[in-house]
């Protein structure tokens, strides 16, 4: 059977959005807002995704570390994979995210100036996610009957320690630790509007050496909420909020009082170029930072799908 451009874009597969954000470090990843992150889509279908971000402020900045007034610019550029499946009839999908990042910090420790530019890969990280409420695993013919209600899903992430990482160096585009991010969301379709909103709480193993000194960090506790409107010719446009706090530094057994706190804002917006291809651009940035990351971000990813029987 032969399907149509218009009938394709009634299914919702130009809807995926593919998760892509700026994850070079857990304390600015953290804070990145990531609309539709469940949304339902066929199965057996693969997109891949090129991108590059734009990030300036205080940004990939650790709390525990001594820098301050800490201001930096970073260039990202993105590699993605996603494949949807069957999960025990449940639709899900699995993406891998490689980030390769070039970036120039300045900042002050000790009451002396400091710079820093760093050039290489940042942590990798890949992450499965399930709909287990609302969205049972269908072929592109029986989805495209589909119409979506509630939905309730769940992810885990990983991000691994992989990124360029100097222990004589403050600043860094590794983490050289593990990262894990369980998350759970609900989202509701109703009529041309997707509403949403995610809970997530990111754990941190420790990095042993940070100029020969031992890092561990509480978790951090983040919820997001937002509100989509799918456009008639497969665009859509989402604006979302979300707020972050805890992941209170330890170094070498000494707890400091950099506990983080801060909210954001973002506008997301995806458009079809043809019937594989289409173009997101993100922007995000910060309402209110008691500590932690504050920076603002603009990023714009070309996807394009195949397969799925098309």
Same mark, same amino acid.
């Given at each position: 059977?032969?399907?149509?451009?218009?009938?394709?874009?009634?299914?919702?597969?130009?809807?995926?959005?593919?998760?892509?954000?700026?994850?070079?470090?857990?304390?600015?990843?953290?804070?990145?807002?990531?609309?539709?992150?469940?949304?339902?889509?066929?199965?057996?279908?693969?997109?891949?995704?090129?991108?590059?971000?734009?990030?300036?402020?205080?940004?990939?900045?650790?709390?525990?570390? !001594? @820098?301050?007034?800490?201001?930096? +610019?970073?260039?990202?550029? $993105? &590699?993605?994979?996603?494949? %949807? =499946?069957?999960?025990?009839?449940?639709?899900?999908?699995?993406?891998?995210?490689?980030?390769?990042?070039?970036?120039?910090?300045?900042?002050?420790?000790?009451?002396?100036?400091?710079?820093?530019?760093?050039?290489?890969?940042?942590?990798?990280?890949?992450?499965?996610?399930?709909?287990?409420?609302?969205?049972?695993?269908?072929?592109?013919?029986?989805?495209?009957?589909?119409?979506?209600?509630?939905?309730?899903?769940?992810?885990?992430?990983?991000?691994? !320690? @992989?990124?360029?990482?100097?222990? +004589?160096?403050?600043?860094? $585009? &590794?983490?050289?630790?593990? %990262? =894990?991010?369980?998350?759970?969301?609900?989202?509701?379709?109703?009529?041309?509007?997707?509403?949403?909103?995610?809970?997530?709480?990111?754990?941190?193993?420790?990095?042993?050496?940070?100029?020969?000194?031992?890092?561990?960090?509480?978790?951090?506790?983040?919820?997001?909420?937002?509100?989509?409107?799918?456009?008639?010719?497969?665009?859509?446009?989402?604006?979302?909020?979300?707020?972050?706090?805890?992941?209170?530094?330890?170094?070498?057994?000494?707890?400091?009082?950099?506990?983080?706190?801060?909210?954001?804002?973002?506008?997301? &917006?995806?458009?079809?170029? %043809?019937?594989?291809?289409?173009?997101?651009?993100?922007?995000?940035?910060?309402?209110?930072?008691?500590?932690?990351?504050?920076?603002?971000?603009?990023?714009?990813?070309?996807?394009?799908?195949?397969?799925?029987?098309?």
């Amino acid at each position: 059977m032969r399907f149509g451009y218009l009938e394709l874009k009634r299914t919702g597969l130009f809807f995926l959005t593919l998760g892509i954000t700026l994850a070079s470090a857990p304390d600015l990843g953290a804070q990145n807002l990531e609309p539709r992150a469940f949304s339902p889509v066929p199965v057996s279908v693969n997109f891949a995704g090129l991108g590059y971000g734009y990030s300036f402020g205080e940004i990939l900045l650790d709390p525990s570390i !001594p @820098l301050e007034d800490g201001t930096g +610019t970073v260039h990202t550029l $993105l &590699g993605a994979y996603v494949r %949807t =499946f069957s999960f025990f009839g449940m639709s899900a999908k699995a993406d891998a995210l490689v980030p390769f990042a070039f970036g120039d910090w300045e900042g002050k420790v000790s009451g002396r100036d400091s710079t820093r530019s760093a050039t290489g890969f940042g942590d990798p990280s890949a992450r499965l996610s399930v709909n287990f409420i609302g969205a049972p695993a269908l072929e592109i013919p029986r989805f495209m009957t589909y119409r979506q209600k509630t939905l309730v899903g769940a992810s885990i992430r990983v991000i691994a !320690p @992989l990124g360029q990482y100097d222990n +004589t160096k403050l600043i860094n $585009l &590794g983490t050289n630790r593990w %990262t =894990f991010v369980p998350r759970v969301g609900v989202s509701q379709r109703l009529g041309h509007w997707n509403l949403e909103a995610f809970t997530s709480v990111w754990l941190f193993t420790a990095n042993p050496d940070v100029q020969g000194r031992r890092l561990q960090q509480d978790p951090l506790w983040t919820i997001q909420g937002g509100a989509t409107y799918v456009f008639g010719n497969g665009a859509w446009l989402s604006v979302d909020g979300g707020w972050g706090t805890g992941a209170r530094a330890n170094v070498d057994g000494v707890s400091g009082s950099t506990k983080q706190e801060n909210a954001r804002f973002g506008v997301t &917006g995806t458009y079809p170029l %043809t019937r594989r291809a289409s173009l997101k651009l993100a922007w995000v940035s910060g309402l209110s930072t008691r500590l932690g990351a504050d920076f603002d971000s603009l990023v714009l990813v070309y996807q394009y799908r195949w397969g799925g029987g098309l």
